[in-house]
T-cell receptor, first 116, second 112 residues
Framework: DGGITQSPKYLFRKEGQNVTLSCEQN?????MYWYRQDPGQGLRLIYY???????QKGDIAEGYSVSREKKESFPLTVTSAQKNPTAFYLC???????????????FGPGTRLTVL | GDSVTQMEGPVTLSEEAFLTINCTYT??????LFWYVQYPGEGLQLLLK???ADDKGSNKGFEATYRKETTSFHLEKGSVQVSDSAVYFC???????????WGAGTKLIIKP
């Protein structure tokens, strides 16, 4: 089955620790995205990548870092510099074509991060 | 700038009621429009989409029509079920980049 996997589903970390969230896709999509979702709120873009070894900051990149060494993988590191990291993190991917209708994003199941 | 505005929730309805969730947008050019649904504790799923004016997207009994004259893409369903309880997001996509611009989401609660 094609899709996006995120692991782990739940993650706990102590204050001051870095933690890495995994995102893998087997849809052969070029673009991948990380979003943060807080309770009762919409999605905020953290980082996105349209090609291997290249990525761009989104609206709330401070305190986060990413890498894109392989097309199918886009891990997100939440660093100790992120002041309020407790949230639900969603990874997505999409094709890149000339038509915006093809920009449908496919989402993973999410990782819920709790800082203790 | 480009933006999407959704009606605030939560929207609470009884089973079999008619549903409308309003979505309006501001965009330069000719966006594609999307509705996504998020069930509790899960990621988002595409519900329906429309790529040009007057197109109607439909799926699982939900419909939305791309109205350029009113810059709207309201989500409707004739008879809701308890299983439709979720958060619904409206979004648009432009030619200029490959990002989606998201509305804030509308929580829908259906009571039996």
């Amino acid at each position: 089955d094609g899709g996006i996997t995120q692991s782990p589903k739940y993650l706990f970390r102590k204050e001051g620790q870095n933690v890495t969230l995994s995102c893998e896709q087997n849809l052969n999509h070029d673009a991948m995205y990380w979003y943060r979702q807080d309770p009762g709120q919409g999605l905020r873009l953290i980082y996105y990548s349209q090609i291997v070894n290249d990525f761009q900051k989104g609206d709330i990149a401070e305190g986060y870092s990413v890498s894109r060494e392989k097309k199918e993988s886009f891990p997100l590191t939440v660093t100790s510099a992120q002041k309020n990291p407790t949230a639900f993190y969603l990874c997505a991917s999409s094709m890149i074509t000339g038509a915006p209708s093809h920009n449908e994003q496919f989402f993973g199941p999410g990782t819920r991060l709790t800082v203790l | 700038g480009d933006s999407v505005t959704q009606m605030e929730g939560p929207v609470t309805l009884s089973e079999e009621a008619f549903l409308t969730i309003n979505c309006t947008y501001t965009a330069t050019g000719y966006p594609s429009l999307f509705w996504y649904v998020q069930y509790p504790g899960e990621g988002l799923q595409l519900l329906l989409k429309a790529t040009k004016a007057d197109d109607k997207g439909s799926n699982k009994g939900f419909e939305a029509t791309y109205r350029k004259e009113t810059t709207s893409f309201h989500l409707e369903k004739g008879s809701v079920q308890v299983s439709d309880s979720a958060v619904y997001f409206c979004a648009l996509s432009l030619d200029s980049n490959y990002q989606l611009i998201w509305g804030a989401g509308t929580k829908l609660i259906i009571k039996p």
